[in-house]
C-alpha cells in the first residue's frame, strides 16, 4: 500500500538553529498538505499545495517558516530560526483530492521536533 | 467553516461498543461529516465519512440524524488497540480541502 514519506522522523535542536523537513506523497496526488501538531491538540495547517502553487498559507508563520514544492511532487518546510514554541510534530499528508468531490486525505508518520 | 465539539475523553473495556457523539451545529449544506482517527506518534488516518443517515464500514459505523447538527462514531467490540484519539471535522468542497482538526476524542479502552 503507498504511504506518505517522511523525513527525518526526530529532529533535535537548539534554538536559533535552521531546520529542514521533507515530505514525499503518494504517487500522482497534487495536493499536499503540512500541518504542525502541538502535544494534546489536533493538527493544524500551515500550508497546503495544489501541484506546485500553494493554495493556502495563511497561518504559515512566514517570519521563519518556508514551505517549497518546486516540482509539484516532494516538498519541504524550512524553519529558520527554530524557536522553544516550534517543538511539536509536523504532519505532511497528501490527496487527490479534485474539486466538487472528496478525497481523504493520507498522513505520513511525521517528523518529531525538539528546540532545546 | 464548520466547528465540531466531542468529549474530550472516555473510558471503554475490551469488547464493548463505543459511541462518540460530536456536535456540529453550523455544517454548511454541502459538508460531509469526517472522522479521522489518531493512533500515538503517528499520523491521523481515515476512518469514515458520511452525509445523512447511516454509513458502515469494516472498521466503524457512523449515524448522523436528518437535522446533521450532529453525528455519532459507534465501534463495534473495541480492542485494546482501538486506544487512540479520533477526530470529528466537517470536510466540504467550500473549505478547499482544509480540515480543521479539534483536540479530538481520546479513547482509552481497558482488559
Known amino acids: 500500500e503507498a504511504e506518505v514519506a517522511q523525513s527525518p522522523r526526530y529532529k533535535i535542536t537548539e534554538k536559533s538553529q535552521a531546520v529542514a523537513f521533507w515530505c514525499d506523497p503518494i504517487s500522482g496526488h497534487a495536493t499536499l498538505y503540512w500541518y504542525r501538531q502541538i502535544l494534546g491538540q489536533g493538527p493544524e495547517l500551515l500550508v497546503q499545495f495544489q501541484d506546485e502553487s500553494v493554495v493556502d498559507d495563511s497561518q504559515l508563520p512566514k517570519d521563519r517558516f518556508s514551505a517549497e514544492r518546486l516540482k509539484g511532487v516532494d516538498s519541504t518546510l524550512k524553519i529558520q530560526p527554530a524557536e522553544l514554541g516550534d517543538s511539536a510534530m509536523y504532519l505532511c499528508?497528501?490527496?487527490?483530492?479534485?474539486?466538487?468531490?472528496?478525497?481523504?486525505?493520507?498522513f505520513g508518520p511525521g517528523t518529531r521536533l525538539t528546540v532545546l | 467553516l464548520a466547528k465540531t465539539t466531542q468529549p474530550i475523553s472516555m473510558d471503554s473495556y475490551e469488547g464493548q461498543e463505543v459511541n462518540i457523539t460530536c456536535s456540529h451545529n453550523n455544517i454548511a449544506t454541502n459538508d460531509y461529516i469526517t472522522w479521522y482517527q489518531q493512533f500515538p506518534s503517528q499520523g491521523p488516518r481515515f476512518i469514515i465519512q458520511g452525509y445523512k443517515t447511516k454509513v458502515t464500514n469494516e472498521v466503524a459505523s457512523l449515524f448522523i440524524p436528518a437535522d446533521r447538527k450532529s453525528s455519532t462514531l459507534s465501534l463495534p467490540r473495541v480492542s485494546l488497540s482501538d486506544t487512540a484519539v479520533y477526530y470529528c471535522?466537517?470536510?466540504?468542497?467550500?473549505?478547499?480541502?482544509?480540515?480543521?482538526f479539534g483536540q479530538g476524542t481520546e479513547l482509552s479502552v481497558k482488559p
Open positions: 499528508a497528501s490527496s487527490s483530492r479534485l474539486a466538487g468531490t472528496y478525497n481523504e486525505q493520507f
Open positions: 471535522l466537517g470536510d466540504g468542497d467550500n473549505q478547499g480541502g482544509k480540515l480543521i
